[in-house]
């Protein structure tokens, strides 16, 4: 198919195969890994070596068919970045140029090169009436290992930086080296397809590292399945469930109220709401408390649990406040005329509620008495309750199940 | 399914059977059993 000569390497004396002869620049011997400029008639050594060749997962020199046509393989490189190792071959067919093939992960992209540059921006270029949006941040990369003839001049040892940009299944890839820019379109092939027409040596496949399944932040160069949107799903579905779950859980329930009158700048004695009962073994008891209008003022308020049974008090306190003003700013309100408050671990009981309280103002307690010899009271109604759910813990669960995910969501994205 | 798809999902379960343990002994964080208040009540309001 390809016109292939025969060259002599100036280094170890073996005979070596140019494949693409007229198209080649670079060549690595395939007998001590010296890479040779072919691009001259007289073969010129760039850089001796006396190493084994390196094994890539398709040999050197095989001829398949893809996409109906004939390739040979006439180079291939070992690559990685930071989080993974990859391989990528060259093919060759004298009447229809160069392809790539590129292998990580189990999965495998066939690449063509770009001759219309993509046109746009940082984040999103449009080739062909396609918009391809940016996949993840920059990478940097490097070349660890050549075997086979290149038409350009490569080494192990190369550094390039790639960034990729995605619409639908298929990729561009962005590389730049040493001030050129060079474009490939990536189209996923089955691995089936690339061991029926090339052969495969499986175990020079290229491995996932060790730290990239857990830590793998950034979207593999299109080579990686995305289980993003899966986690966020699953997270989701988790917190479903949760939900449900809790509220079930939560038990039966039962409430009491009255309302209660706190006199500002005094206080009142314990009174009684009424009575409760925790069904389950354990249960969450919640007590509200809605005010009148005030300002100005708080309302520190203590209730009690007391056990039938055993006379044993649980304790809690709440706060209602509310402050108004006006500063160089404008006026300004602080605080609530509710407050919740939450008793946990409450065992299965009977229980009579208390309440008892003071009220204050701010920045001083008012006059006992007014102009009218009225003293100025707080209306609170209270209301004790079981069979209710923590909210907050429910939260705590959501941001849990949520901050892996977004990490990395915010990862891919950090420099956008 | 990924690795890294397993382990996220064991971790969902890990916290989803801490959550309902919690739930069924009615444990919370935010319970306020014994906690006097003391944000603001004895010192007004915060705003400056």
Redesign the interface.
Known sequence: MTGGKAITCPACGGTIEVRAAGFSVNLVCQNCGSILDVSRPEVVLIRRHERARTRFAIEIGKRGTLFGQEWEVVGALRRKDQIAIWQEFLLFNPYLGYRWLVAADGEWQFGTPLADRPQGDRNRVFWRSDSFSRLGRDQTFSTTAVAGEFYWRVKAGDTATATLFQSGETFLSREISEGEENWTQLVPVEQSDIEQSFGLDRRRLPKRKAPSGLMQFKAEPGLEQDDLGRMFLLAFAAAILAAIAMAVLAGPSTRTSTMVQVPVGGQIAPIKVGTITVRRPWQFVTVNADTNQFENRWVDLEYNLVDRSSEQSIDAYGLVEHYAGSDSDGPWTEGSHHGDTMFGHVPQGTYDVYVSGSAHGWPVDPLPNDAWGQVETINVWVEAETGTMSWGMWWTLVIALFAWPVTILWWRHRDK | ?????L???A??FC??AA??Y????????????????V????A????K
Do not use: I, V
């Open positions: 399914m990924t690795r890294r798809l382990l996220f999902a971790l969902c916290l989803l959550a309902l919690a739930a069924f002994n009615a444990y919370s964080f935010f319970s306020d059993d014994e906690d006097r208040p944000a603001s009540g004895h007004g309001p915060t705003h």
